[in-house]
């Protein structure tokens, strides 16, 4: 009897360090400690921060910045920047104009915007759609005030290199929690949506407030617009193009 | 001490029944047996399939096809029809061309652009650039003959309902094995190929062997053109811009 609970506890104790060694392989895998600390709000909080300004889709964000930074951008084009909601929107098409360019990358941050805005500026095209944010608040756990503060030197380095450049600051749109598996609460959004709207009064450039437009009950993002509670669906392109149409006409 | 052994025992087998309830969970909320399937080649070879024709992907690919069934093509364009590789690539730019339409969606199938094709060739657009069928091969566990096979309903169709459609079969690109984690073999895409050069002669389409530009050693897929092992970086969408550009103009 005692032999046989000592083999069951020797199989029961191997299977837990297999099971163990299998998670530590998987999150080694992703990017160790740092892709942890994005999952986990807890580690955040105990200062383990994720070095990666898009600690998620780890290729995809390479080979579609080393894709961008290749395809050049002129001073009649009208550029999309931000993350994965820009990204996936066909913008020329959605808005019949080929002088549009995506310049979206999903999982993006404001830290990875300013740190490839340098190829968008410099041939100081003319408008830019700037919709971000919203991963520094889920991926990165930043808050709003500090989202903002990089909000702020991204469109102080526009200002100055291509004072031509009007940017139209779109709100971050909100979430639908129960269909989201990030971590971001409405209420933080609407924060960093307030700060984002006294900034652009401060630099004299539009504020777009989308967020209004696509709330459905108990100010969630409306489930007709998405599957997963934070991307969006053509319906929502539609509407969004619809919104914004009248501005990305001269 | 039996008491003690009794203890452990009664608390590594708790450990197990969490470790076991968190796998079956994350298994379950990725889409249960289904998604097993896709990542586990015995299950495959047991008979359990995918039910899904993009099994990964699931958010995106519907978003992505919702969005583009809402956007009009017409006999002018000139169609990218494929998967994420295809989807990846900001085509328009590449080649400079405002008549181009990316309708390519991560993750997708032979049966996946199967079903989608209607969109696309009702308008009897000029020209359809085709690259589909890895994730056919990695995601589905389908042989190269059945690949084809569908393949051949789609050609078919296009060339029943759209004949005076030109349509471009490239070939599936080499992958980078060690930086991979899917399942297909370089061997089974090198089949599938030249039974896709075959049946390309057979209704007599042009067939672009992208493949053998874009190999590096061991017949593998170019490591400089990759961070994933299957994506592509901008260096390899400029050389692959390059290579059909002759096809493109008219």
New interface residues.
Partial sequence: M?QT??T??GL??C??AL??SLGVWIILKRGGLSYLATRVPLLRKLGIKSTQGSPFN???Y???K??????PVNASNIIFLGDSITD???W???LNN?AI??RGISSDTTIGVLDRLQDIIAPRPQKIFLMIGVNDLSNLGRSPADVVQTHKEILTQIREQSPQTNVFIQSVLPIHPSLFLGFVTNSNIQTLNEQLQRLANEFSYPYINLHAHFLGAHHQLDAQY???GI?????A??RWAKLIEPHVLP
Wanted: proline share 5%; charged share 15%.
């Fill in positions: 005692n609970i000592q069951l506890l029961s104790v299977l837990n099971f163990i780890f290729p995809y390479d080979h579609r080393s894709q961008l930074s290749l395809l996936e929107g066909e020329a098409e959605l080929p360019r995506n998405t599957s997963d991307h969006l669906n053509g319906i392109y539609q």
